[in-house]
């Protein structure tokens, strides 16, 4: 069992950075590749990033690569959104979950554990 817990989410102009963290409970977090998803009101919940279980492979939807980095120090059992040159469109509740199964890691159906999400709202 893993229990996630999101933060550092806020309200920033468009441009500015954020950096959201994923805290996990549980030992074997070390051995789970991990997932940042986001969902807009009245919009399905969409694939930001995942990052395998050592860190060495990161991967992106398009409209975010260049602007947001993931990464996770498995020391302190945590996963980490760096979220740079932010836009309105980049508004909406993020989470974190972790990667249960599948072949195609952009499908949330392939993730579990999810967290209570951190809210993300850019100003223009």
């Known amino acids: 069992q893993v229990q996630l817990v999101e933060s550092g989410g806020g309200l920033v102009q468009a441009g500015d950075s954020l950096r959201l963290s994923c805290a996990a409970s549980?030992?074997?977090?070390?051995?789970?590749?991990m997932g940042w998803f986001r969902q807009a009101p009245g919009q399905e919940r969409e694939f930001v990033a995942a990052?395998?279980?050592?860190?060495?492979?990161?991967y992106y939807a398009d409209s975010v690569k260049g602007r947001f980095t993931i990464s996770r120090d498995n020391a302190k059992n945590t996963v980490y959104l760096q979220m740079n040159s932010l836009k309105p469109e980049d508004s909406a509740i993020y989470f974190c979950?972790?990667?249960?199964?599948?072949?195609?890691?952009?499908?949330?159906?392939?993730?579990?554990?999810w967290g209570q999400g951190t809210q993300v709202t850019v100003s223009s």
């Open positions: 549980g030992r074997t977090f070390s051995t789970y590749s």
């Open positions: 990052i395998n279980w050592s860190g060495a492979n990161t």
């Open positions: 979950a972790v990667r249960l199964t599948g072949r195609d890691l952009r499908r949330p159906d392939e993730y579990g554990y």
